[in-house]
T-cell receptor, first 117, second 110 residues
Framework: EAQVTQNPRYLITVTGKKLTVTCSQN?????MSWYRQDPGLGLRQIYY???????DKGDVPEGYKVSRKEKRNFPLILESPSPNQTSLYFC????????????????FGPGTRLTVL | GQNIDQPTEMTATEGAIVQINCTYQ??????LFWYQQHAGEAPTFLSY????GLEEKGRFSSFLSRSKGYSYLLLKELQMKDSASYLC???????????FGRGTSLIVHP
């Protein structure tokens, strides 16, 4: 089954304790992204990657790191989490459809609800 | 930068028609998306518009006017299961990665 998986789905942690949220897709997609979703603010992009070893900052990258060592995986790293990083996180992957009006349909993972105390 | 506006919340009656508007200002334009997101779930793709006009897909249609920076999502024959957030997203010029608006929460009541 084509899917994007994230782990863990739920996490409660404390300030300053490094954590990694994994994201994996089995669709051979080139593009992968991380978003956070907060009430009233919608989905905001943290980082994105257009291919292996190619990553770039989104709108809210502060306090986060990513890596793209292989095509299927795009982990999100919080080196020193703080309470303002409490949020719902989504990973997404996509592949340009090709053709004259190519576009990327984003396939989202199930989300990771993170609470930082 | 990107600026995408859509109403925060709308209510409608089962069986009715509802139109959710989205206006945008972006540096370049590479297409507009609509996604549906049920509470506690991931967003799912509904539609993509890059040319002006109406795209119809079953009970859902999406319209785009590039000159006005305007789109709407039209939902016909509303069902209770259509209660969800509807996210407008725009891909700016030179990018395949969309920027999302804050979403419109649609409540369908009997």
């Amino acid at each position: 089954e084509a899917q994007v998986t994230q782990n863990p789905r739920y996490l409660i942690t404390v300030t300053g304790k490094k954590l990694t949220v994994t994201c994996s897709q089995n669709m051979n997609h080139e593009y992968m992204s991380w978003y956070r979703q907060d009430p009233g603010l919608g989905l905001r992009q943290i980082y994105y990657s257009m291919n292996v070893e190619v990553t770039d900052k989104g709108d809210v990258p502060e306090g986060y790191k990513v890596s793209r060592k292989e095509k299927r995986n795009f982990p999100l790293i919080l080196e020193s989490p703080s309470p303002n990083q409490t949020s719902l996180y989504f990973c997404a992957s996509s592949l340009p459809t090709g053709g004259r009006y190519s576009y990327n349909e984003q396939f989202f993972g199930p989300g990771t609800r993170l609470t930082v105390l | 930068g990107q600026n995408i506006d859509q109403p925060t919340e709308m209510t409608a009656t089962e069986g009715a028609i509802v139109q959710i508007n989205c206006t945008y200002q972006t540096s370049g334009f590479n297409g507009l998306f609509w996604y549906q997101q049920h509470a506690g779930e991931a967003p799912t793709f509904l539609s993509y518009n890059v040319l002006d006009g109406l795209e119809e897909k079953g009970r859902f249609s999406s319209f785009l006017s590039r000159s006005k920076g305007y789109s709407y999502l039209l939902l016909k024959e509303l069902q209770m299961k259509d209660s969800a957030s509807y996210l407008c997203a725009v891909s700016p010029g030179g990018s395949y990665i969309p920027t999302f608006g804050r979403g419109t929460s649609l409540i369908v009541h009997p």
